[in-house]
């Protein structure tokens, strides 16, 4: 009862963020929202239609893709999303009149800021509000795609048609706010608490370890390798740590062996021991037998 009550909150959230961001941001500006509402913005501007409604409509084609492609329960999840979502869409246009940022670009990065941050509500629950995120969650699902980047190539033509109609530089606006919604919803999506993932080839490895276990208070494991060139073994370290560990990691090794070779990239979403905690997943079996 609590996970569907956390599920609807969230997904009420992010569409009532993407309804204000449309109406409040976009739409004073001339501007276009993206994947299907911006079809239903372009009615809008064009013929005075319901933005909501004509959501409604353009879904339905996609709601039978997702009940083809996708488990079950998805579309039904994702219903409700788009309802929320078409919903806000109309409800919240009486902020149109209101403006409250007069200046196109900035109102362009706010739109697109608060649009990311609803779809990363959205994402985070696994939820919907239709559209290009139904095609989204399909890539995804089988080409291990960002869920927002088939909604992004979407929105590059969609642009290309808003140029055609409204002129060039409406465009470059939106498909800037676009651009900046993309980022934000991927990185609300991963999460910000970023960590380092450290490979160290060493001969001094068995030193190096001890040492980062002793001062830094990291786990340390043993990968073993062998030299393409030498074909000789060598123990390769591997190594999580946060941000602020990176420098005493980089002095160890340093002062151990100057000579060793390291890489160093970011991570998220870090899972197990000493980081977050790896959530329960329930089984069929399991379900089941409640």
Known sequence: MRKHLIYNLMTALGCILMGIAV????????????????????????????MGVITILINIPLFFLAYRYMDRTYPIRALFGMLAFSFSLDFFSFLIPLAPI??????????????????????????????????????????????????????????????????????????LASFVSFKVANTFTDGFDYKKNIIIISNEAP???????????RGVTFLHGEGAFTHQPREVLLVVAKLTQLAQIKGIVSN??????????????????????????????????E
Do not use: W
């Open 207 to 217: 030193a190096i370890a001890q040492e980062i276990i002793k001062i830094v208070g």
């Open 102 to 175: 007069h200046d196109t670009l900035f109102s362009c990065i706010v739109g697109g800021t608060l649009t990311g941050i609803g779809a990363a509500f959205l994402y985070r629950v696994g939820s919907s509000s239709g559209g290009t995120d139904i095609i989204g969650a399909i890539f995804n699902k089988y080409y291990s795609t960002a869920i927002s980047t088939p909604g992004f190539i979407i929105n590059i033509l969609l642009m290309s048609i808003a140029a055609f109609l409204f002129g060039l530089e409406p465009a470059l606006y939106t498909l």
């Open 23 to 50: 109406n409040a941001f976009y739409i004073p500006h001339q501007l276009l929202s993206g994947g299907i509402s911006g079809i239903a913005v372009m009615l809008y501007y064009l013929f005075g239609l319901p």
């Open 256 to 289: 151990i062996d100057p000579h060793a070779f390291m890489i160093i990239h970011d991570v998220t979403d870090v899972m197990g021991k000493g980081f977050t905690n790896v959530p329960a997943i329930k089984t069929t079996k399991e379900k089941k037998s």
